[in-house]
């Protein structure tokens, strides 16, 4: 430009008039005692950078034509420069390769084959906003610091509350190019510091790292932006399809020719252009291309958007990005989001209308092999079509309850003081985490990402599925890892979690199944939700291609603030021929004299470790209620075997109930009160047959829990 950077938004570089190409000038003092100098006496140099006076002169790739990296030199306390070619996301590699070269053109990124995204690529465009906004987290607390990521197409409906205040998840195909637009409308007061900045830092993808990878790193461009409200102008008036002229109601120095201009920021149809002219008089800007879109009055217009691109070259399933200018202080608040690549010629529905849609958590991946004839399976043998898809984050250090599932919780503390009652939407109502419903057999694919300063888990009751999902013989169908219902992770740990046997287990049994954060204190803090498996057909619950629904029509229970009805039946997980087993156990309290041994590992402790409410075998229930016991009950069956129990409560005075981990079962033998399952749970005195399958001998140890109260014991394999 020749021109100093007012705003810092593009390079000040000068053509001397001949086949040289100058960079910035360089400071003109050390700027800091430790300032370096590559070249001695130019500060900020590199070795063996070439002056021309105080420029460094910028080198090419003799290969490619391109600027070597890197071009750019500091300048202390100065923001970096915005990319070329309109604010690019591949500054360095050029957008899409193998584009056809423009007679007498000497764009270096034409006519070359290492572009980022092969030209046929679809292109999939994402135009994001971040946003500040209150967020409901329980039923009783806001976080009125809320920071969000939403389409520009949603932003209204969220900011409204019309659509659930929730992170974003956006998808694309294996082979799809992303073209994605940033732009911000957070305010300075709300986040922390009082400077609002933000970016989209990605993971996995294929990306250029000098103008995608969403950190202002090194001696990469500027990927992060500020507020357009703060920093850029607005359109005075009213701008048309075709026009080249803008009125806008400010003119800034920053605003000069050659500089990337947006219009309509923070809106769906911003597009953006390069300055012509400026007249500072009739504050107007001219520019090099004519508008694609109407632009009303007021929209935004400026320098403050960023522009990134990926290519999915695999099938990487969940990826994490997130804001990485305060990620410390902004996860908790919702500054994170999740890009899923699905299999090629996947499309994105609504679950109870069955519309395409951009985003969502809870979403129906519908599979196409008519498109090229070929089945793109997610997982062969496990997901070979379409699919229900859940979106989970276990997000921790929100400030109003620590532990959130997509940013909502349902605290213990907020739901009574009748542990048996926790998670029952006859007494409650469902809670506000996301809620999967479908079909008994329905595919259930579970995309979980890990966001928090510790290690987490995450459970799906009655479900297992597999550690590792494409272990798989291709020839024979074995399967060869190990089944679980429970993942442990670490910060932006991603796994895709598929259901084996789909919605309601192998045996597709229906009824509502509990998933939580595994770890005690963040389960109790409100991390859990419900998964529903409907035993009917329903008019707002559209079957995934290729299945049907359920005969009759389901009614979903009333909410009575009641206890659950009493169960018919414990259902029966269990496959014809399963060698049957049944056990007697009970529920017994132990007198605090006859604590037993301790340090014993149960939950059902006093605070010396003793055990206190210990499950037995009934043929014992006398003994240790006399004597105490020394450790948690274990009982022994086989892979195949179909288990009953007849569970007896002993207890003096509270509810006692039987739930097994990993062991396939229904509704009415899961042993929680949760949703609008059955009454689970055993008053004092009382019994109930509980049903279980031990499908595989990989789970090895199925652990044994009471949801009336609080005991533990396991079953093995």
Known sequence: MGEPRDCLSVVDTSDPGHPLYLGEPEPATAETPNFTEGEPGHFGSRPGDQFDGDRPVILFDPDTGRPAYPMLRPHLERRPPFAPNLHSGAPGLGETGDRPAAPASANPWLARPDGLCPAAAPVKTFNVVAVGTSVDVTSRKSDPQGMLFTLAQNKAALLSGQLKKEPLAIRMNVGDCGAVTLTSEERDEDVFGGFAKVEMHIHHVQFDPTG???????????????????????????????????????????????VAFGIGLGTESIEEATIVSVDPVGNTITLDRPLAHDHAAGEGAGIEFIRYRWYADALLDNIFWHDHVDGIHGWGHGGVGMLIIEPRNSTYHDPTTGAEVASGTVVDIHSHPEVDGIQHPLAAGLVDGSFREMVIWTLDDNPVTDSTINLHAAPFSDRGTDPSLLFSSYKWGDPGTPLLRAYPGDPVVIRAIHVGPTIDSFRMDGHNFYVEKRARDSATGTMYSR??????????????????????????????????????????????????????????????????????????????????PVAATPG??????????????????????????????????????????????????????????????????????????????????????????????????????????????????????????????????????????????????
């Open 572 to 717: 029966n997980p269990c496959p014809a021929g399963a060698i049957n087993k049944t056990f007697a156990i009970s529920a017994v309290d132990v007198p605090d004299s006859m604590q037993g041994t301790s340090g014993s590992h149960g939950t059902s402790t006093n605070v010396t470790g003793a055990i206190t409410a210990p499950s037995v075998m009934t043929s014992n229930a006398a003994a240790a209620k006399a004597k105490g016991v020394k450790d948690p009950l274990v009982v022994h069956i086989n892979a195949g075997d179909c288990v009953t129990v007849n569970f007896t409560n002993q207890r003096a005075v509270d509810r006692a109930s039987l739930s097994v981990g990993e062991l396939t079962k229904s509704g009415g033998s899961s042993g929680v009160n949760v949703g609008f399952d059955p009454e689970q749970t055993v008053p004092p005195g009382k019994s109930q047959v509980y049903k279980f399958y031990a499908e595989t001998p990989s789970i090895e140890a199925a652990p044994r829990r009471c949801r009336g109260s609080s005991m533990r014991s396991a079953f093995a394999r």
């Open 483 to 564: 089944v679980t219902d429970t993942i442990h992770s670490g910060v932006s740990e991603r796994y895709t979690l598929i259901l084996d046997g789909g919605a309601g287990g192998v045996n597709r049994q229906p009824g509502d199944y509990l998933y939580h954060n595994g770890i005690a204190r963040r389960f109790k803090q409100g991390a859990w939700g419900i998964m529903r498996v409907l035993p009917k057909g329903s008019a707002d619950l559209q079957p995934l291609p290729n299945y049907t629904k359920p005969a009759g029509t389901y009614v979903q229970p009333a909410v009575t603030g009641l206890r659950p």
């Open 212 to 258: 995608s990878d969403g950190t202002s790193v090194g001696y990469s461009y500027e990927h992060s932006i500020r507020p357009y409200a703060i920093e850029d102008t607005t359109l005075a008036a009213a701008a048309t399809a075709g026009e080249t002229t803008v009125a806008v109601n400010r003119v800034d120095p920053k605003y000069r020719p050659g």
